[in-house]
């Protein structure tokens, strides 16, 4: 069975209770996320009050693969810019679309605006 990435949208919908983390429970046994992207979660949970511990807890319950933001993510997420910059997209945005196009994963995210984005990604949205 191949991956999925998981934007932070997707993955704050689970850990939030909101429409559409059915869907991303159900992909978690095959789910992926940048370090990046895990970092954008962890830094909205600790902004809204959430206490340190409860945040690694949160996320080490889930226990997601991390995908560590190297060179050719790098890379790879700086190239999208230029496809993206209509869009408005943002560095873990890319860093999310990175990992999907290098890893051949189609991606779960709760941002419409990538619907209309033709830059080889499969782009599902959780609601």
């Not at 069975?1 to 997707?10: F, I, R």
Request: net charge negative; aromatic share 4%; charged share 20%.
């Amino acid at each position: 069975m191949s991956k999925v990435v998981l934007d932070a949208s997707a993955l704050l919908s689970l850990l939030n209770a909101e429409p559409g983390a059915d869907l991303v429970q159900e992909s978690l046994s095959i789910a992926v996320i940048s370090a990046v992207n895990v970092s954008e979660v962890v830094s909205r949970l600790y902004l809204l009050g959430m206490p340190e511990n409860e945040v690694r807890e949160a996320l080490s319950v889930l226990a997601l693969e991390v995908i560590p933001f190297d060179g050719q993510h790098a890379f790879q997420a700086g190239f999208l810019s230029l496809q993206t910059r209509s869009q408005g997209l943002s560095l873990g945005d890319r860093a999310c679309l990175a990992l999907a196009a290098i890893t051949q994963a189609g991606v779960l995210t709760a941002d419409r605006v990538w619907q209309d984005l033709d830059i080889g990604v499969d782009v599902k949205l959780i609601r």
